[in-house]
């Protein structure tokens, strides 16, 4: 048993409140008490009260496909299943909306809510779950519910201080690899304050290291309990927690809190700083900005933008795991520097453009030799470290199309670089 390890079970078997949710009902003592004590722990003091509530299955239900209506519209979820069967992430007999249900449905303990600024917890019993369900046994503490309700408790305080996303982006203007990154930063930075109030204060390095190699195996966890799942759906969500936690991570053993802090005031732009945290924390890597064009003649024949989103350097690694193994895959996939892809559709027909850019052309060389492999019937074409691929389930003329998005298209420059200073826990980047 390594030091670390040691060190976590004697903090957890000390004393603790009772379970959180008892008989259906909110556990008012047990939660007051974790509201008292988790702003010392975490650094933050709470600006406002924050309810809590039990829920039973059914109304979780309820509130999770509310949450989904608002977040698409029954159109935008049917234009972006076209644009994921396109692009292999989902199946013809695989659905967004009943997939997200059910893997949120069924890993959904409790939940903030940013909306109406409540903790919701699962009436169900918490303490049966995992390696913190044992050992809740075995101390006679809720190590589930406590961990869930400070982790959750968490999301309130950075929804008090830098606020939380609530409203999606637009389906033309999307955004959404920058926002998974945002995700990625609050679910580290909260499951590591999860961590923080079982130990009873803020873990070391060493324990930050042996938190991130248990989560190391949530990938596996999750493919194993959802088979079924699409594998874009799994590899965000472990994404959020896994790597997310890695990142956080860096900040908390270089500078404790205050460190994560200054991270949740400025937050990663890209899932490619999230894999890599030394992109962020030693020489900030930003992504360029990418302007499409050149489709404005088809949008005249009657092509209707459908959707507008970048992808970024973890979309892609799962894009190429489908026809790659996992680490030509990264490999792939590293080098990302910036992408756009934009769908347009008429009737049943769907023509997908997108725009890459790479650090260098050799990584742009790189991911065109293998888009042939990952999309046999896409056009791809290199220019110096930028990558167009065009797929169309129609006849058209792509050579014209190619031309004219390469006049059209601003790839933009490579932002400067951020230099940071390092951290002084130096470690290997994640490959």
């Known amino acids: 048993m390594s030091r670390s390890t040691a060190l976590f079970l004697a903090l957890v ?36 009260p924050v309810p809590a509530l039990a829920m039973p299955p059914a109304d979780i239900r309820a509130t999770l496909a509310r949450e989904i209506d608002q977040s698409y519209s029954p159109a935008d979820l049917e234009h972006l299943e076209t644009v994921y069967r396109h692009l292999g992430f989902l199946t013809a007999d695989q659905g967004l909306r009943p997939a997200l249900e059910r893997i949120y449905e069924e890993e959904a303990g409790g939940f903030y809510d940013p909306r109406q600024k409540r903790l919701v917890l699962a009436s169900r019993a918490l303490h049966s779950v995992g390696f913190l369900g044992l050992l809740s046994s075995i101390a006679g503490r809720d190590l ?47 499951t590591l304050a999860g961590f923080a109030y079982v130990l009873g204060g803020t873990p070391d390095r060493d324990t930050i290291a042996w938190i991130e190699r248990r ?64 992109r962020y924390f030693a020489t900030r890597e930003r992504p360029r900005a990418i302007r499409l064009g050149g489709t404005q003649p088809l949008e005249a024949a009657g092509w209707v933008p459908t959707l507008e989103d ?6 892609l690694r799962v894009l190429a795991r489908h026809a ?9 996939a590293d080098g990302w520097a910036g992408d756009r892809l934009r769908a347009l559709g008429r009737g049943d027909a769907l023509l997908l453009v997108w725009m890459t850019a790479w650090d260098s052309p050799d990584e742009a060389r790189e991911f065109a030799a293998a888009m042939p492999s990952i999309a046999a019937a896409a056009r791809v074409e290199r220019r110096e470290d930028r990558v167009l691929v065009l797929t169309s389930s129609e006849n058209l003329d792509l050579d014209a199309l190619a031309a004219r998005v390469w006049g059209a298209t601003d790839a933009g420059s490579a932002p400067a670089d951020t230099l940071r200073e390092p951290p002084h826990h130096a470690r290997h980047d994640v490959p």
């Open 324 to 332: 790659l193994p996992a680490e030509r895959a990264a490999s792939v």
């Open 310 to 315: 970048t992808l970024g350097e973890l979309q």
């Open 215 to 278: 989560l190391h195996t949530l990938p596996g966890d999750l493919a194993a309990r959802y088979p079924d799942t699409p594998d874009i759906i799994r590899t965000t969500l472990a994404f959020q927690y896994d790597e997310g936690t890695a990142f956080a991570g860096w900040a908390l053993a270089a500078g404790g809190w205050p460190a994560v802090n200054a991270v949740e005031a400025d937050p990663p732009d890209s899932t490619e700083q999230v894999l890599h945290p030394a």
């Open 13 to 48: 078997l000390g004393c603790g409140p009772g379970r959180m949710v008892r008989r259906g009902k909110v556990n008012e003592e047990a939660v007051a008490q974790v509201r008292r004590t988790l702003p010392d722990i975490r650094g933050l003091p709470f600006r406002a």
């Open 144 to 190: 589930v519910g406590e961990f869930l309700l400070s982790h959750e408790l968490t999301h309130a305080l950075q929804d008090q201080h830098w606020g939380l996303p609530v409203t999606p982006d637009p389906m033309l203007d999307g955004h959404g690899d920058r926002l998974l990154a945002r995700h990625a930063l609050l679910e580290g930075d909260a």
